[in-house]
């Protein structure tokens, strides 16, 4: 049990910026990484209290965004970044892996990163219920990148795949079952279906982009996978509100 709870607090301590676990050794993450949705949860509450203090307007909707880019210290909008960069590198795989883990920025990353925050933007702002649709779309956001660690290959030696040695593909079991207590947000049959749908297809789009185009996964297409997933969550329950 007490593993447990220090996989909880190395899990908090990873992915986000809060002194939470930043001293539990990092393999307690990786060994419990179906963890992640947890993570979701709090960083979603956070930014649902910013949308709540702001009044749910479209300046709580950009100030919102912000807080949980800072929250993740930038690192998955970095992933993002590169991602964006490797989906527009024309050429062959090789071209393509060298734009995803080139330390520079290119226009395809710049472009996929303001379409994902403005689709996001736009999303929140036309939601009534902004602060639930946060915490929703947060965990579905960790649960993508929990699927990605599960069933991404490698395309090289890195955090992911260290991370992955860890796990099982069944790991998406257990953080499905972390996720279901967003079912108690104020969101109808029909929208939930619309966030579980697009939760799916990013998850989907990210894992067989990466494969076909880089031939695998790493750091930074876990990352992407979440904030793409945030994005398509955030979309789907403002088109079925």
């Known amino acids: 049990m007490k593993g447990f709870f220090r996989s909880i607090a190395a899990t908090f301590g990873f992915c986000t910026i809060l002194p939470v676990g930043n001293n539990v050794d990092f393999d307690y993450y990786a060994r419990r ?3 992640m949705p947890l993570v979701g949860y709090l960083t979603g509450c956070i930014a649902a209290g910013v949308a709540i203090l702001l009044g749910s307007t479209s300046f709580a909707a950009a ?3 912000a807080v949980l880019l800072i929250l993740y210290g930038f690192n998955h909008l970095d992933g993002l970044l590169d991602f964006g960069d ?3 590198a024309h050429g062959s795989r090789e071209k393509r892996m060298k734009a995803l883990t080139d330390q520079n920025v290119g226009a395809g990353g710049v472009g996929l990163a303001m379409v994902v925050i403005l689709m996001t933007y ?3 702002s036309a939601l009534p219920a902004m602060p639930a649709a946060l915490i929703v ?3 579905c956001a960790k649960f993508s990148q929990v699927a990605m660690i599960a069933f991404g290959e490698p395309l090289r030696e890195g955090i992911h795949s260290y991370v992955r040695s860890f796990g099982k593909k069944y790991y998406v079991i257990p953080a499905f079952l972390i996720c279901i207590p967003v079912i108690l947000m104020p969101f109808s049959v029909r929208e939930f279906s619309a966030a579980i749908i697009a939760t799916a297809i990013s998850i989907a789009f990210v894992y067989f982009a990466a494969t076909r185009l880089f031939g695998g996964v790493n ?4 990352g992407a996978s979440g904030e793409i997933t945030r994005m398509a969550v955030i979309a789907a329950l403002a088109l079925a509100v």
């Open 122 to 124: 736009s999303g929140l």
């Open 219 to 222: 750091g930074d297409v876990d």
């Open 137 to 139: 779309a947060e965990v």
């Open 33 to 35: 990484y179906y963890l």
């Open 63 to 65: 100030a919102s965004i």
């Open 86 to 88: 490797g989906l527009m």
